[in-house]
């Protein structure tokens, strides 16, 4: 190893460190690691408190929808797409008025071959 004749001299070298700046460069290293580590936990500690704040509010807008009459449960068709349809839990036919559905479109033979 070579003489320590200081950090910067020795490390401009680039070659033949003393023991001095190779014990520092590894505690630098070491620290750079270290901070890098901290900084993703704080961002990813502040990016999970915004998420969370965002959350309750939307948990709250979601709440009031409910409270106001006009949330939106969606059924599940058990049966092929057409103007009647089946839906989970009823045993009666509903009438199906989605945009692509109401005229029959989904089932038609014409449509199907394109």
Not at 5 to 22: K, L, T
Request: aromatic share 4%.
């Amino acid at each position: 190893m070579a003489e320590h004749v200081g950090v910067s001299a020795c490390v401009s070298v680039m070659a033949d460190r003393c023991s001095v700046c190779v014990e520092a460069l590894t505690l630098r290293a070491a620290a750079v690691s270290l901070w890098s580590r901290i900084a993703a936990d704080i961002t990813r500690m502040s990016h999970t408190a915004a998420q969370a704040a965002m959350r309750d509010i939307l948990d709250c807008e979601l709440q009031s929808i409910r409270e106001g009459g006009t949330w939106k449960t969606e059924r599940i068709i058990v049966t092929s797409q057409g103007p009647s349809i089946r839906v989970h839990g009823r045993h009666e036919p509903v009438l199906n008025f989605c945009a692509n559905n109401y005229l029959g479109l989904s089932v038609s033979i014409c449509c199907k071959v394109l």
